[in-house]
């Protein structure tokens, strides 16, 4: 199977650059797949999808504000240097991407903000990659509070980041139900959801339960080869604790449908059942990458935003969905004028 058979044309202004004014104001697509039909709706129709013993399945991994700016401490020059920050790997140690001028060799040492931390380099990688140590005055996530950015995907564009844009990308860029501080990037249709939508579902039997999955920077990282097979995904951290395994186990013997919140959701109630001892709570690192034809194992229906053109999401819900039927209810989006990506409008899949 091509990379080239997922790919799509979308008019650059489809791309949504800010967020509905209400979290819950999103158009939604319904595609149901077993009468192969489309209906336009909105997010707050959701309810009219859902029945009781169904559990929504919701990513509470909570975006960091992970990109930083520092200067080179190495003979007083100052140069700015750039970090996203990718994966913490141990206790003060991070995977990061970084970016200057002339990049500091491994020993050399970055200041952050006014003396808050130092950044030692420790690893120079391919592509932009390094590792780094750091030492911080304060605790480490009260250091990315105070002078860390939210780090928005690269096709949301900023002219001019304001301290109110910045106040309010941090706060709609994240989720109702983020808990656990170690994504890069948000699981993006969990950002419709809010508490008064929950409790509505929860009125008429649909519970949620939580997973987490830390997204990491391959959800932005393109697909360069040719045969999609050929793609090797990067490793995500994902955990189930027992609540969430007992609820969905409890779903699924009760008729429940297990409705995942996004592809993160997804990967990680799939990761789970392809372990060697079958679906259960645990926590592990995962490379699975979902493509068609993959038979799915545990998930029934989905709520997705629409994906890049060619990437390993749009994949995974052509996988769900049938690649056919995804194409055609991208067309029909794009005709419709739906907003795409991050910001923009949603789809459920049935």
Not at 107 to 127: R, S, W
Not at 141 to 165: A, F, H, N
Request: proline share 6%.
């Amino acid at each position: 199977m091509k990379v080239a058979d997922f790919d799509y044309d979308l008019p650059p202004e489809l791309i949504a650059q800010e967020p509905t004014a209400r979290r819950d104001g999103a158009r939604m697509m319904v595609l149901d797949r077993a009468t192969h039909t489309l209906a336009h709706r909105h997010f707050t129709d959701l309810p009219d999808y859902l029945r009781p013993q169904d559990l929504l399945v919701v990513n509470d991994t909570r975006v960091i504000p992970a990109r930083l700016f520092g200067r080179k401490a190495k003979e007083g020059t100052g140069g700015k240097v750039e970090f996203l920050l990718l994966e913490e790997t141990g206790p003060g140690q991070w995977e990061a991407l970084m970016r200057c001028r002339r990049r500091p060799k491994v020993g050399d040492t970055v200041i952050l903000g006014e003396d808050l931390a130092v950044v030692t380099i420790l690893e120079d990688g391919e592509l932009g990659r390094v590792k780094i140590r750091v030492v911080s005055q304060v605790p480490w996530l009260d250091v990315l509070d105070r002078i860390g950015q939210t780090p928005l995907p690269p096709y949301i564009q900023r002219k001019e980041v304001t301290p109110e844009r910045h106040a309010a990308d941090k706060q709609r860029y994240q989720t109702v139900f983020a808990r656990e501080p170690g994504a890069v990037a948000a699981p993006t249709a969990g950002l419709h959801f809010t508490p008064e939508a929950l409790e509505q579902l929860a009125q008429q039997g649909v519970d949620h339960a939580k997973i987490t999955l830390h997204v990491g920077i391959g959800t932005f990282r393109p697909v360069s080869v040719e045969n999609v097979q050929d793609h090797h995904m990067d490793y995500e951290r994902w955990a189930i604790p027992d609540v969430t395994a007992q609820r969905i186990a409890a779903a699924k013997e009760h008729g429940g449908r297990v409705v995942a919140v996004g592809t993160t959701s997804v990967r990680t109630l799939e990761s789970a059942a392809a372990r060697p001892a079958g679906f259960g709570a645990g926590q592990e690192r995962t490379d699975l990458f979902i493509y068609p034809p993959y038979a799915f194992q545990m998930v029934d229906a989905m709520v997705t935003n629409f994906h890049l053109p060619k990437s390993t999401l749009i994949m995974m819900i052509s996988a769900f969905a049938g690649r056919e039927f995804v194409q055609e209810a991208y067309r029909e989006a794009i005709r419709e004028r739906y907003r795409f990506y991050s910001y923009g409008d949603c789809m459920l899949i049935l």
